[in-house]
């Protein structure tokens, strides 16, 4: 069975820290290109984070800086650390993987979605 299962969400207050994870089961991450969006109420999901096949990466422009992404290969999971949030990172994350479109969707290009989603994760940035 192929998933894509993410923990980490949850409430934290401005300025603090939360780290994603996402974790596959039924393939193997290392060779798939994976983004990590979010959706908050009444917008549009928008890329946050994307990683190609090659190993690059690019981060959405509201979020450069404070976001980083990475890979454990041997836990087949890949992190979202998230720092410094403000109350306009509330959304719904969500991981991503595909093997060819994924990097190209999350970084705002178009074409087809990613083929595999985690269930989403609720992160809440709230005094």
């Known amino acids: 069975q192929v998933q894509l299962v993410e923990s980490g969400g949850g409430l934290v207050q401005p300025g603090g820290s939360l780290r994603l994870s996402c974790t596959a089961s039924?393939?193997?991450?290392?060779?798939?290109?994976i983004g990590w969006f979010r959706q908050a109420p009444g917008t549009r999901r928008e890329g946050v984070a994307c990683?190609?096949?090659?190993?690059?990466?690019t981060y959405n422009d509201s979020v450069n800086g404070r976001f980083s992404m990475y890979r454990d290969y041997a836990k087949n999971t890949v992190y979202l650390q998230m720092d410094r949030l403000n109350t306009r990172d509330t959304a719904v994350y969500y991981c991503?993987?595909?093997?060819?479109?994924?990097?190209?969707?999350?970084?705002?290009?178009?074409?087809?979605?990613?083929?595999?989603w985690g269930q989403g994760a609720q992160v809440l940035v709230s005094s």
């Open positions: 039924g393939f193997n991450l290392h060779s798939y290109e």
């Open positions: 990683l190609s096949s090659r190993d690059e990466k």
């Open positions: 991503a993987a595909d093997s060819n479109n994924a990097f190209y969707y999350c970084s705002g290009y178009g074409g087809p979605p990613p083929v595999y």
